[in-house]
T-cell receptor, first 117, second 113 residues
Framework: DAGVIQSPRHEVTEMGQEVTLRCKPI?????LFWYRQTMMRGLELLIY????????DSGMPEDRFSAKMPNASFSTLKIQPSEPRDSAVYFC???????????????FGPGTRLTVL | DAKTTQPNSMESNEEEPVHLPCNHS???????IHWYRQLPSQGPEYVIH???SNVNNRMASLAIAEDRKSSTLILHRATLRDAAVYYC??????????????FGSGTQLTVLP
């Protein structure tokens, strides 16, 4: 298995531009998570999906952020318009999401390093 | 989620054992103890987890105090590749795995050659 795939790996954009980050979870996984990592705030959850349905988006900073999961093999995180404070590493993770299996490992992608100038 | 407390940083010499502590004094009876680590420029990866008994796997061992208020991740022979941030995370058994991981600040492990 190729693991969780994220693209692009690096993104540099200018303030005000739209940014779309992409994630392909591991095949057969039912839960997908978007995290953001900054020096100031560490790793924090933005949103997660279960069976393609958003379950908790309380971590999404504001309306400029949106996430979709149109099918079990693809998710996007969009920032429009982007701002310099959005600069961070964005990680996608997935697991089987079987509720009774608390030991279910989350597998993380390599991350997308976003720089907003 | 119950809170965990870890030292900000630790150092170890290569090929020596490393004991990474974690305090979780407010742990509930339904919380599992998980450890993840994040190597430089990579996403976090699972290391080990346990509930009450000590656990071993190919990566590490997990020693859990009898009262469960603390635990220790043990790397038996540290290598330079073990240099990473190690996170101790509690996960509720009842609510299960279909929830996010809540990361603290972790312990930055430096391995000296």
């Amino acid at each position: 298995d190729a693991g969780v795939i994220q693209s692009p790996r690096h993104e540099v954009t200018e303030m005000g531009q739209e940014v779309t980050l992409r994630c392909k979870p591991i095949s057969g996984h039912n839960s997908l998570f978007w995290y953001r990592q900054t020096m100031m705030r560490g790793l924090e959850l933005l949103i997660y999906f279960n069976n393609n349905v958003p379950i908790d988006d309380s971590g999404m900073p504001e309306d400029r952020f949106s996430a979709k999961m149109p099918n079990a093999s693809f998710s996007t995180l969009k920032i429009q318009p982007s701002e310099p404070r959005d600069s961070a590493v964005y990680f996608c993770a997935s697991n089987t999401g079987t509720g009774s299996k608390v030991a279910d490992t989350q597998y993380f992608g390599p991350g997308t390093r976003l720089t907003v100038l | 989620d119950a809170k965990t407390t870890q030292p900000n940083s630790m150092e170890s010499n290569e090929e020596e054992p490393v004991h990474l502590p974690c305090n979780h004094s407010t742990i509930s009876g339904t919380d599992y103890i998980h450890w993840y680590r994040q190597l430089p420029s990579q996403g976090p990866e699972y290391v080990i987890h346990g509930l009450t008994s000590n656990v071993n796997n190919r990566m590490a061992s997990l020693a859990i105090a009898e009262d469960r208020k603390s635990s220790t991740l043990i790397l038996h022979r540290a290598t330079l590749r073990d240099a990473a941030v190690y996170y101790c995370i509690l996960r509720d058994r009842v609510q299960g795995s279909a929830r996010q991981l809540t990361f603290g600040s972790g312990t930055q492990l430096t391995v000296l050659p």
